[in-house]
């Protein structure tokens, strides 16, 4: 089992930044891939930026050159930030981490993010 826990979002104005982390505690040992994923009203959930182990990144493409994944692999937890910068409206979502193990698929709780003036 993986626990993820979210936090760091909130209420920004267009073209302001926002960070996001993501804590992974429990069987971390098998994490390959850890990501975002975000989903705004009325829409599909959908890929923002996944990091392998190895730490080549996938970005989608609404959000390639404003967006940056990174990950901290320690002994007990993978910590996994969301650097977000030129915010736009359309970024609105709640954002969640998410990492698979064979046969299992895990979600955060979620965090907000709503992008306004």
């Known amino acids: 089992q993986v626990q993820l826990v979210e936090s760091g979002g909130g209420l920004v104005q267009p073209g302001g930044s926002l960070r996001l982390s993501c804590v992974a505690s429990?069987?971390?040992?098998?994490?390959?891939?850890i990501g975002w994923y975000r989903q705004a009203p009325g829409k599909q959930r959908e890929l923002v930026a996944e990091?392998?182990?190895?730490?080549?990144?996938?970005?989608a493409d609404s959000v390639k050159g404003r967006f940056a994944i990174s990950r901290v692999n320690a002994d007990l937890y993978i910590k996994l930030n969301l650097q977000m910068n030129s915010l736009k409206n359309e970024d609105t979502a709640v954002y969640y981490c998410?990492?698979?193990?064979?046969?299992?698929?895990?979600w955060g709780p979620g965090t907000q993010v709503t992008v306004s003036s």
């Open positions: 998410r990492t698979i193990l064979p046969g299992m698929e895990f």
């Open positions: 429990g069987s971390i040992f098998s994490i390959h891939a």
């Open positions: 990091i392998a182990r190895g730490g080549s990144t996938n970005y």
